[in-house]
């Protein structure tokens, strides 16, 4: 099976404007986690989607959004841009059901520079 | 509320002798404890996880951990580095959502591991 993919690798944008970042899970996962690393905060986590609704939510501002599509494909949005956004977007995916110890494959990130 | 401590930033030791990485937890439930590795510019690829099934839990790449509920602790140990082993490891907890159901992976800081040859 292919792994997760992230769209764009590689992005560069200016405060105030907008990015949306994709995300692709592996074939048969149902569910899309996004995390933000920075040097500063290490790894946090975005947000949850399984079968295109929002499952759980970490403890970012309003700013920072996301979808999932009916093929599990993943998109977030961060809106407004600020310096401190900054950071390696990861993405994983994962069977979604409830079972414990379900393991997360993550992809290879999108990094974001904001100017 | 679930934790990890990863009580080292930094670790350097000699090719072919051995890795110690640790990591303290804290959690109010039997936890779900995992490593992860990430080499630079990847994303990250879990390397084991505790199950409850074995306090001592085998990986790839030659890892295993233990977990220690007395003493709250879950390292992660190889019996003898590789130059490949160089990268960042993350010790990660998966916390708990109202109600009770599984919720997110809550990360460690990580520790840098560099091997010298």
Redo the contacts between chains.
Sequence with gaps: KAG?TQTPRYLIKTRGQQVTLSCSPISGHRSV?W?QQTPGQ????LF?YFSETQR?K?NFPGRFSGRQFSNSRSEMNVSTLELGDSALY?C?SSEGN?I??????????TRLTVL | AQSVTQLDSHVSVSEGTPVLLRCNYSSSYSP?LFW?VQHP??????LL???SAATLVKGINGFEAEFKKSETSFHLTKPSAHMSDAAEY?CVV??L?YGG??????????TKLSVKP
Aim: proline letters at 2%.
């Design positions: 997760v986690s995390y290490g790894l946090q986590f949850e759980n970490g990861l994983a409830r414990s110890y379900n393991e997360q494959f993550f992809g290879p990130g | 779900s992860y510019n990847k994303g990250l690829q879990l996880k505790y199950t993350f998966r916390g959502n159901s599984q919720g997110n992976l809550i990360f460690g800081k990580g």
